[in-house]
DNA sequence: ACCTTAATGCGAATTTGTTGCTTCTAGCCG
DNA sequence: CGGCTAGAAGCAACAAATTCGCATTAAGGT
């Protein structure tokens, strides 16, 4: 059913997959998500309609594939010369990306055709690959750095609640402030004295 | 097409709506949820398919809403004497329900076929209602209280987002663990030494 | 009790999804 | 290098679903 384990990568198979994909991409486009059939992406593609049935399975499962193609982060986070400074920056544009209205819709395509779970583990997994690319960073200039599930738990994971279950005002300052908090419980864990501006506040929220 | 703003709440439509919910609950547990189709659903009801087609749109729609009537919490948050006792309690439900492959089912299928957010609006709202519960009687008590955007971020939205991205082991431990780290943070808004076994720490972790 | 109109029922027409079988070809072995 | 083998795609007939126009029913208001 999962498209991935393909027995044969080369040749045919390989180029199939991507007419496919690369008719999706044009017919969301032009005709809108909603719109899309699966004999219309079949003609797009060149393609007979059993193929794409047999090898995604529905439309979901196809979209859910592209999204998740979508959904990878193809660059890595700024360096920007300290942790705080490039988790702020990475949570923002994280946040940008996945508030957006594509970025939503991306998510729950990545999620609606994914029996498994393998899909939604393959997004947690682009942001855990980037966070740990922020996080060796700061190890290498020999800052303290938070462990990698603390920072799902505290800025991920809110992130994407509100995106998913709360329709309302997701912007940058959330962003930083989900930021402060998780850094902010790593200056307490390093016995450093906790200043003033790193102190948790709730004064926005971020839905109605 | 969402079927909440029904201009004709009473009589038929009520009547209809209500077969229609009680045939998915049925045919889910009789043939499973991969194996429902509109038309068989339409049979059991004694409706006419083109009903359902119209008032719900499809089988994703239809699925949402009877998700989102099985995630309403049936019982108030137990009164434990203490707002760390209540919210323990209360997160370990929460995510004893949630982690359950019935309760991700749900949850998938009230994201699942809801465009405009509705019903995933409606399943936050659903745990709105019982932290405020929590925190009223607290605030009753005379207890600090966090507040309630605060416990989203920190005990909610973990949760969620491991339900539905990371498939990995989520037990009582983890929603306690949660629990203590925002109420730990409102120790320390309120000026209470933080105690050692308030301290965050991520030994476990869920996932693999 | 009557009127208005949303909501349902019904059935034909259309579209989508499935299946068995054939054909093609990438990967492999001699 | 040339012929096997099996996975993948094409094809076509079939089965099932969705859509649509129109007739009918019944809530809710007057």
Redesign the interface.
């Known amino acids: 059913m999962s498209p991935k384990p393909m027995a044969r990568p080369g040749g045919r198979s390989a180029r199939v997959q991507e007419s496919v994909h690369a008719a999706v991409r044009e017919l969301v486009g032009e005709v809108g998500r909603?719109a899309l059939t699966v004999p219309m992406v079949a003609t797009r593609a060149g393609v007979t309609p059993s193929t794409i049935y047999r090898r995604w399975g529905d439309l979901h499962e196809l979209l859910s594939d592209v999204a998740v193609e979508r959904l990878r982060p193809e660059t890595d986070p700024a360096d920007l010369g300290s942790l705080r400074a490039d988790l702020d920056a990475w949570a923002e544009q994280f946040l940008d990306e996945m508030a957006s209205p594509p970025g939503r819709a991306y998510i729950?395509d990545a999620?609606?055709g994914d029996p498994d779970?393998i899909n939604?583990?393959q997004?947690?997994a682009y942001a855990a690959e980037q966070i740990d690319a922020v996080l060796a960073r700061a190890v290498q200039r020999g800052e303290p750095v938070p462990?990698t599930?603390?920072l799902?738990?505290?800025v991920?994971?809110?992130i994407?609640?509100?995106v998913?279950?709360?329709?309302g005002r997701l912007d940058a300052a959330y962003a930083r402030e989900?930021v402060t908090?998780a850094v902010y419980?790593l200056q307490?864990?390093a016995g450093a004295p906790?200043t003033q501006a790193a102190?948790?506040r709730?004064s926005k929220?971020?839905?109605s």
Do not use: Q
Request: charged share 30%.
């Open positions: 909603d729950r999620l609606l779970g939604a583990g997004c947690s462990e599930e603390l799902f738990d505290r991920v994971a809110p994407m609640y509100r998913l279950f709360r329709p989900l908090n419980t307490i864990d906790p102190a948790p709730r929220k971020p839905d």
